[in-house]
């Protein structure tokens, strides 16, 4: 007598391998680009590689606030919600998805990933252009 989680788990392979088999046979038929699988594919998670960029060129904005460009990569602005972590000599910083005002204002490592930028304060207020410190986000 097989578990009840085994069971669906061998469910879950099965619709799998179904699913898969009817997408290659869409393809072959040419009904279904592979483009369109791939990017649908590429969306997952498990599919693609964690984003990771060490950000270099900031600029000043207002306040203890700056602004680092994040170039392509991060996907996760597709999701409701960024899932960028800033890292200060890799360690953690943040919180993340500070309203832009307290960064600005209380700095401490806030930070907020809007578009393609990155609005940050560092931990301690000081210029990330002279500090000494390594930047680095990467995607969760």
């Not at 085994?6 to 393809?27: D, E, G, K, P, Q």
């Amino acid at each position: 007598m097989t578990s009840r989680p085994i069971r669906r788990t061998c469910n879950v392979v099965w619709v799998s391998f179904y699913l898969a088999f009817i997408a290659m046979a869409l393809m072959v038929r040419g009904r279904l680009p592979a483009a369109v699988l791939w990017r649908s594919l590429s969306g997952m998670r498990w599919f693609r590689s964690r984003f990771r960029q060490r950000l270099d060129d900031f600029s000043p904005e207002q306040g203890t606030c700056w602004v680092a460009n994040v170039a392509g990569g991060p996907i996760s602005d597709r999701d409701a919600r960024s899932r960028l972590q800033l890292y200060e000599d890799k360690r953690p910083i943040g919180p993340p998805h500070s309203l832009h005002d307290d960064i600005r204002t209380l700095g401490g490592g806030r930070f907020s990933h809007w578009a393609n930028h990155l609005y940050f304060s560092t931990s301690d207020g000081s210029d990330p252009r002279s500090n000494g410190r390594t930047y680095e986000v990467v995607e969760q």
